[in-house]
């Protein structure tokens, strides 16, 4: 993915850009999860939290860091709420695609809930992981420079 950051400005004042190459490479891990109970259903799974580690291996990119940033990966947790409420009424929800069906967390395993984030941060073409993608750059090299007058 690139990312254009901002490097200084020339002469005239006009913008210095670098385009960066960013290779994001993210590993999941299970963190814990949360449950509700709702009507009759017990124990749903209501939040999963996991913790994450983004790398940028483009190892070029480590001189563009942002101040305070030692190396090039990014950790952290990251939460998926779901809502049981809705497959307990019968309604259709944007994850119907992905998770056919509310399982009780006691039939689950953490590789399961693990599973369940992934495959959402990847349906839609992979539109909510490269915005997952697009924070890590951020954080690891600063804001997307983009052109006002172009």
């Known amino acids: 993915m690139d990312w254009i950051i901002q490097t200084g400005t020339d002469s005239e004042g006009n913008p ?15 963190q814990q999860h949360e449950t509700i109970d709702y009507g009759d259903l017990t124990d749903v799974v209501r939040k999963v939290i996991l913790t994450y580690s983004a790398t940028d291996t483009t190892t070029g990119n480590a001189s563009h860091l942002v101040s305070g940033q030692a190396d090039q990966t990014l950790t952290g947790t990251y939460p998926m709420d779901f809502f049981p409420s809705d497959k307990a009424v019968g309604n259709p929800n944007c994850y119907t695609k992905v998770l056919h069906g509310w399982t009780p967390h006691e039939n689950l395993s953490q590789a399961d809930m693990v599973k369940w984030v992934t495959d959402i941060l990847e349906c839609d073409s992979n539109f909510r992981l490269t915005c997952f993608k697009q924070f890590v750059c951020r954080e690891l090299y600063g804001h997307h420079y983009d052109d006002p007058t172009g």
Request: with cysteine; aromatic share 14%; charged share 5%.
């Open 16 to 30: 210095v850009t670098t385009t960066l190459d960013c290779q994001i490479n993210v590993t999941w891990a299970y």
